[in-house]
């Protein structure tokens, strides 16, 4: 459990209100310091042959200006790709547009990782984040980030059936729930109600640590 939490740690995250063309936004920041030089790191990140290995299948026109769909997931455009420092894209689920822009900066014999998603703060977005809170999008990264670590620090590819279901593991819940605790106190220093951005944390929690009903519990 400690081990989980301390993982759940290594990033730092941030959740600002902002704006884009006129609307209001609402983003959420990751940071996490990883082990490996910037090529390697960037080559991770944007090698279709290598993101399965740690993230989903990606198909596409793999270049500024082109396009690109994550297998059973997001898809969009590739706004700007600066090799090996900075990659922008649209993410785009169903009609929904947010935003997702990565940043790669040397740290001594390391890489920073700067994840941003920015996401459309109108009707849709306001009644999600009272629902969920930015560890709804957060998490997500969080479960990403960490699976990326494990990728970068072992040179393997990550079972995909283990990964989708470490959540649901003590463990897993344990990472979970340290990082919903994170987001809701960024939240909050972005001016949300602490009561509001913990009910809403618990409940992100809950979505990503409760099987669908049919399903059974990862084996192991």
Do not use: K
């Not at 997931?73 to 547009?97: F, K, Q, V």
């Not at 995909?160 to 959540?167: D, H, S």
């Not at 897993?172 to 509001?196: P, Y």
């Amino acid at each position: 459990m400690e081990d989980s939490v301390a993982m759940a740690g290594l990033v730092d995250r941030e959740v600002r209100s902002g704006e884009r063309d006129g609307q209001a936004t609402r983003i959420v920041v990751a940071r996490r310091r990883y082990g490996t030089d910037v090529d390697d790191l960037w080559t991770a990140l944007t090698d279709p042959e290598r993101l399965p290995r740690w993230f989903l299948p990606v198909s596409g026109d793999l270049r500024e200006g082109g396009t690109y769909q994550t297998e059973g997931n997001a898809g969009g455009d590739i706004l700007r790709c600066e090799a090996p420092s900075l990659l922008s894209l649209t993410w785009m689920m169903g009609e929904r547009i947010s935003w997702l822009e990565l940043r790669l900066s040397p740290d001594g014999d390391g890489t920073i990782l700067e994840l941003v998603h920015e996401a459309p703060d109108d009707a849709e977005g306001r009644a999600f984040w009272a629902e969920y809170g930015p560890g709804a999008v957060g998490i997500g990264w969080d479960l990403a980030l960490l699976g990326l670590g494990w990728h970068l620090d072992s040179g393997e590819a990550l079972d995909p059936t283990e990964a989708m279901g470490y959540p649901l593991t003590p463990e897993g819940r344990a990472f979970v729930e340290a990082a919903a605790g994170s987001w809701a106190a960024a939240a909050t220093v972005d001016g949300d109600d602490a009561d509001a951005a913990g009910a809403a944390a618990e409940r992100t929690v809950a979505f990503y640590t409760t099987l669908p009903d049919g399903d059974a519990p990862p084996e192991g």
